[in-house]
C-alpha cells in the first residue's frame, strides 16, 4: 500500500494505474474510519481494481464553533484497517498542501446547500463541494464512494459534477448500523455514558416515520411533529427532523411514493445526524 502526502506523487501513481488500465476507485474521507468506511472501500474493490482512499479533516467544513480540533484523527489505525481493506493507495495531505497561505476559490451548489444541513451549518456545503472538487481533480477516479448516511452531502457531490461535468461516476453505498440501530459515525466515539444509549432516538424516530406513513399517515408535518418529540423525550436538542422529496430535499406536507427523513440533533455535547428511506407501496 503505497501512502502519499504530496499531489505529485499520487498523480504518479495515478499514472501509472491508468498506464496498467486499472479502473480506479476512490474513498474520500476524514479519517478515523470505522465499519461504514470499510463497506465503501469493500464497494471499491468489487468494482475497482485501483482503490484509493483519501484522509483530510477539512478544515473549510467546520464552523467557528464547530468540533475541528476536537474531530479525532488515529492515523495509524485509520492506516492498518486501509492495509486490510486491500486499499492501494492512501492519500494524506498537509493542510497547507490543499490550502495554500494564498487560497482563495470556492465552490456553492445551489440551492441544495442552504436547506437542512446547509441552514443549521452555513458554509459547510461550500467547504465540502470545494475540498471533493479538489480531491477528485486529483485522484481523477472513475467511481468515488460516499456514504447514505451523509444524504445531503452526496446529493450536493452528485449535482456538482453533474454540473461541473466531472467524467467521474458517483456511487452511494448503504448505511451501516450498530445492532441497536446507531447509524455508524466517526463521531460516535464522543458519545459517553447515557449519551451512548439516547442517541438511538435518532434512528427510532426515523423508523417511527417509516411505520407513520406506511399505515397511511397522510400528515407528513404531524409525522415530522411526532419525530421531533421522540427525540426531545431523551433529552436530545433536535435541529430538524423533516421528510422531503429525495432528489430535491424539498420537505413535504404530503407523503409521496419516494421519501426520505432525516433528522439532526444534539445527544449531549456531540451533534449528530441520520436519515432513513421511505419508499410506499402505493402512491397515496
Do not use: W
Not at 152 to 170: A, H, N, S, T
Not at 197 to 221: C, I, M, P, T, W
Amino acid at each position: 500500500m503505497i501512502v502519499a502526502d504530496q499531489v505529485a506523487d499520487v498523480r504518479r501513481a495515478i499514472r501509472d494505474a491508468r498506464y496498467r488500465n486499472l479502473p480506479i476507485g476512490c474513498v474520500p474521507t476524514m479519517g478515523a474510519l470505522h465499519a461504514g468506511h470499510a463497506s465503501l472501500i469493500e464497494a471499491a474493490r468489487c468494482e475497482c481494481r485501483f482503490v484509493v482512499v483519501t484522509i483530510f479533516v477539512n478544515p473549510t467544513q467546520f464552523g467557528p464553533q464547530e468540533d475541528f480540533t476536537r474531530y479525532p484523527r488515529p492515523l495509524e489505525n485509520d492506516l492498518a484497517l486501509c492495509r486490510q481493506a486491500g486499499v492501494d493507495l492512501v492519500f494524506v495531505p498537509s493542510l497547507e498542501s490543499l490550502y495554500p497561505t494564498d487560497f482563495g476559490t470556492f465552490v456553492e451548489i445551489e440551492p441544495l446547500s442552504r436547506v437542512l444541513e446547509g441552514a443549521f451549518r452555513p458554509g459547510h456545503f461550500r467547504g465540502v463541494a470545494t475540498i471533493v472538487l479538489k480531491l477528485l481533480n486529483i485522484v481523477q477516479p472513475d467511481v468515488a464512494y460516499f456514504g447514505r448516511k451523509d444524504f445531503q452531502q452526496q446529493l450536493v457531490v452528485r449535482k456538482m459534477c453533474r454540473e461541473f461535468d466531472l467524467p467521474v461516476e458517483i456511487r452511494t453505498c448503504p448505511t451501516v448500523r450498530e445492532p441497536d440501530g446507531l447509524a455508524l459515525s466517526s463521531r460516535n466515539r464522543f458519545l459517553e455514558g447515557a449519551d451512548r444509549q439516547n442517541a438511538l432516538v435518532l434512528s427510532q424516530a426515523l423508523f417511527l416515520a417509516e411505520r407513520r406513513l406506511k399505515a397511511g399517515e397522510h400528515d407528513v408535518r404531524a409525522v415530522c411533529a411526532q419525530m421531533t418529540q421522540h427525540m426531545e423525550s431523551a433529552g436530545a436538542a433536535v435541529d430538524y427532523a423533516a421528510v422531503a422529496d429525495p432528489e430535491t430535499l424539498i420537505e413535504l406536507a404530503a407523503p409521496i411514493p419516494d421519501m426520505i427523513a432525516l433528522v439532526a440533533a444534539h445527544v449531549g455535547p456531540t451533534r449528530l445526524i441520520d436519515n432513513l428511506p421511505i419508499a410506499l407501496e402505493h402512491r397515496p
